[in-house]
Structure formats: structure tokens, C-alpha cells
């Protein structure tokens, strides 16, 4: 039962809340303070009725709320959850979230954020230009020669392709993240070796409503933890996200696709097609080893993923969730294209002798070690660019290979298992256009089928 001691013009209240591990009751307090003019009857009466209320708040787990501000929460939340239970790429990006969070939402206290406070925050962060392109300050190809640095050894060192390199070098604009992998490949500062370039462009909706995500999922789990008792997140309308659908080759492209691949290296166009063939993410394909293909039976296993962070380097991790671990029947086509690298692999091998590093990986350097997984995006991307294909990005593969499997009649809940999504539900989501098209031609061939009038025609 909670406790009252008047202390001048304010009552201290003081309550139990079980014991700690050393058999030690723990003790929780809070200091009402008496409003002027209040008389001194009236006043016990009220702090008599705020220590029910605190007995309550104790009860129910809910003491520690006043005393945590929403940023040493978001380190407590960090530091006890997402570091330990979440993918290393997975917690960069909310620490980078984090960092325009903080500051906006961070010096209030976990109990008093409100509603208000979002909406505003998510106001500010529609104003918000950025720019998306940078251009080398300095004169890259003298640096590089300077430092007895080749181009290949930066490609390689950053993820980045060679012609990427050289168009940067020769004065183009590259994407922040491309120009931030070089500048951590050369260990130069950013803002020294990059300058901004083009307008300054707005927050997508998307972006501004990952920002809600995090923020939400934070104080779901100050409500778990019994920090403050509702989400004030729940409650605040989420920002409207520009509706993208997801970019894919149709079944006549993808076939010119693999007709252009033919006179590409062959580490490049044989990920090309098993990417293309089985639809699983790069970093999967990336993460390979050759015990992972069982060339008698056709299947591919899947339960490691090759990942890259500036902080960490190319590094390997499980997969993204527990269902992407997961074993695929894999097109004889892909298989093939698999067996014929491997043979090309193993005579390059024997060529290049002690200097071949074997790591066990399907994709690696022309030396054994493991490519870097941007290093296929990169290539990619600057392949894509000499065909008459759509500009498509790596992911797009991914994305084909759902589309036609649900074009062609095969079940939303065969495709999720495939792809590794958690449920059919994400797969209907992400590709309700392939589904909406299926279903068209569905209702067509039945009208056609059963239709007496249309027979008669």
C-alpha cells in the first residue's frame, strides 16, 4: 500500500514493487507537489488520491514512464532488441532513421509524446530537400595514380564496376550510395572527396513513412516493457506512400535478356540467369557455396546471405527470415548454366594455380575470393544501359520471375514458397498486378469455355 509524508509545499509517495533478485524490496516514489491556495485538508485528500493512482501505476508496470526521455529510449530499445535480435543492414538503417528522429522527438519524454508531436515531426520531414547525385571534388584518375591505386582494385575494394568507376572519374554524377562505397574504399571523408550535384529533391511518402514504422515499432515496445501504457503512434493517420509497382520484365524481354547475356563474362551472366530462373534475392545467390547445389536432383538450398556494410565489410548472415531458409527446385536451364560455370571455374582454377584462393563460393574474383554483392549490382546496372531493354535493376529479376510464374497459372502460395516470403499474403501484395492480369485471362478463358454463344461464333 502506498505511503504519504508532507514535505513543505509537496507530499512524497512511496510504494513497493516486489523484490529484486537479491531478495530486496524495491522501492518506487513521486512527488506531488500541492497547488497554491489549496487547503491543507483538501491538499492530504489529493495526495492521498494521486498515491492510489501511483499504487496503480506500479501495479501495473507503468512507474518508470516519467523518467526515460523518447531518446535514451530509442538506446535502450537499440542497444536490449534490435542489435541483438535483428540483421546487421536492418539496424544501420534505423540507426540512420534515428538520426533526424532524435533530435525532432528525442528530448521528450517517453509518457508525455503525443500524437501532435508525430504529425508535426512528419510535417517537417515532407519539407525536408535532399539531394540525390554527387560528382568528385577532386581529380580522381591523378589521386589513383598518385597512390599506385588501379581502377579495378577500387571496383573491387568498393563493390563498384569498373565502367561505374570510370564514369565517376571522367566527371559524372553517381548516387550517394555509390559515392559513399568509394569514399570508404579510399578512406577519404565524404564531404572532401564528393560534392552535391542536381536539385535538391523532396522525402518520398515512402520514405517518410518508414520514419512512422520505426517509431511505432519503438513504442510498441515501451508498451511491451510496460514503459507508458498505449502507442501513440497507433493513433496518428500514416503518411500516404506513392503506390510503385514493382518493375519486371515481360516474358519477351526476359527472353532478350538472356539472348544479350551471351556475350557477357561468364560469373555475370550465369548469376543473371539463376537470379532470373529462381527468383531468390541477390544477396542469397551471392551466398552460395557449391554444396548448396544438388546437381543430380535440381534443388538449391538457401539458408545464408552475403551482405556489405562501410562499417563491416562484405560480410555473411543468415537469411532475412526464417522461411527464406528454404530448398528450391531450380529450372534445368539454371542448372546448366551452373554446370557449365563450374567447369569454367575449376579450368580457371588450375591456370591461375597458388594464386587461387578457394573459398568454397559459387560467385567469386577472378582470383576465388567472393565477389562483393554490389559489385553484381553495379555491373548490372551499366549492362542494362547499353540494351533497349527497361532501365530494370537487379531486384527486377526477382521480380520477373514472380510475374510470370503467377501469369502463367502457378499458385500464390507455390510462388511465396519460392521466393521465401513468410506468407502468401506478401507475395499477393507486392504482385496483385500479375494476379489482377491471371485473373483476367482466367475470367476470358471460362466466358470462352462455357459461353454457348460464344462457341456458336
Known amino acids: 500500500m502506498a505511503t504519504i509524508k508532507k514535505r513543505g509545499n509537496s507530499y512524497l509517495i512511496r510504494c513497493y514493487d516486489g523484490y529484486d533478485q537479491t531478495g530486496r524490496q524495491i522501492e518506487r516514489t513521486m512527488t506531488w507537489k500541492i497547488p497554491a491556495g489549496m487547503s491543507e485538508k483538501k491538499a492530504e485528500r489529493e495526495a492521498r488520491h494521486q498515491a492510489g493512482l501511483f499504487e496503480e501505476k506500479v501495479r501495473t508496470g507503468q512507474s518508470a514512464e516519467q523518467k526515460i526521455k523518447f531518446a535514451d529510449f530509442c538506446d535502450l530499445w537499440m542497444k536490449d532488441y534490435a542489435e541483438t535480435q535483428l540483421r546487421p543492414k536492418t539496424v544501420t538503417r534505423y540507426r540512420g532513421l534515428l538520426e533526424r528522429i532524435k533530435p525532432a522527438l528525442g528530448s521528450i519524454y517517453l509518457d508525455r ?56 572519374i571522367i566527371g559524372n554524377a553517381a548516387t550517394e550510395e555509390t559515392a559513399q562505397k568509394i569514399a570508404d574504399a579510399l578512406h577519404i571523408d565524404f564531404d572532401k572527396l564528393f560534392q552535391p550535384s542536381g ?62 547475356l551471351e556475350e557477357q563474362p561468364i560469373y555475370y551472366r550465369t548469376a543473371v540467369t539463376v537470379l532470373l530462373f529462381t527468383g531468390m534475392r541477390r544477396g542469397e545467390l551471392m551466398g552460395l557455396v557449391w554444396s548448396d547445389i544438388d546437381f543430380d536432383n535440381n534443388t538449391i538450398t538457401i539458408h545464408r546471405s552475403l551482405q556489405y556494410l562501410p562499417d563491416m565489410g562484405v560480410f555473411t548472415s543468415d537469411t532475412k527470415t526464417k522461411s527464406s531458409r528454404r530448398v528450391i527446385k531450380a529450372p534445368a536451364t539454371a542448372i546448366q548454366s551452373l554446370k557449365v560455370y563450374r567447369a569454367w571455374q575449376k579450368k580457371t582454377f588450375l591456370s591461375i594455380g597458388q594464386s587461387w584462393e578457394e573459398s568454397g563460393r559459387v560467385f567469386v574474383t577472378q582470383n576465388g575470393t567472393p565477389m562483393h554483392p554490389d559489385t553484381l549490382t553495379s555491373w548490372f546496372g551499366s549492362f542494362i544501359k547499353t540494351t533497349d531493354l527497361p532501365q530494370i535493376h537487379i531486384h527486377s529479376l526477382r521480380h520477373t520471375n514472380a510475374t510470370l510464374q503467377i501469369a502463367n497459372g502457378v499458385a500464390a502460395t507455390t510462388v511465396a514458397g519460392t521466393l521465401g516470403h513468410s506468407t502468401a499474403n506478401t507475395t499477393t501484395k507486392v504482385y496483385a498486378h500479375a494476379i489482377q492480369s491471371a485473373a483476367a485471362a482466367s475470367a476470358e478463358m471460362m466466358d470462352n469455355l462455357l459461353n454457348p454463344m460464344k462457341k456458336q461464333a
Open 199 to 260: 536539385e535538391p529533391q523532396p522525402l518520398s511518402g515512402q520514405t517518410i513513412l518508414h520514419y512512422h514504422r520505426l517509431i511505432s515499432v519503438i513504442l510498441q515496445t515501451a508498451v511491451e516493457w510496460q514503459y507508458i501504457p498505449a502507442n501513440a503512434a497507433e493513433r496518428v493517420k500514416p503518411p500516404k506512400a506513392e503506390a510503385n509497382e514493382a518493375v519486371y520484365l515481360d516474358d519477351k524481354q526476359a527472353i532478350h535478356l538472356l539472348e544479350l
Open 113 to 168: 509524446l503525443r500524437p501532435t508531436h508525430l504529425t508535426a515531426f512528419y510535417r517537417e520531414l515532407a519539407q525536408v530537400r535532399k539531394v540525390s547525385t554527387y560528382t568528385a571534388k577532386m581529380d580522381l584518375k591523378a589521386y589513383l595514380k598518385e597512390h599506385k591505386i588501379t581502377q579495378t582494385k577500387l571496383a573491387e575494394d568498393s563493390g563498384i564496376c569498373t565502367a561505374t568507376i570510370r564514369s565517376i
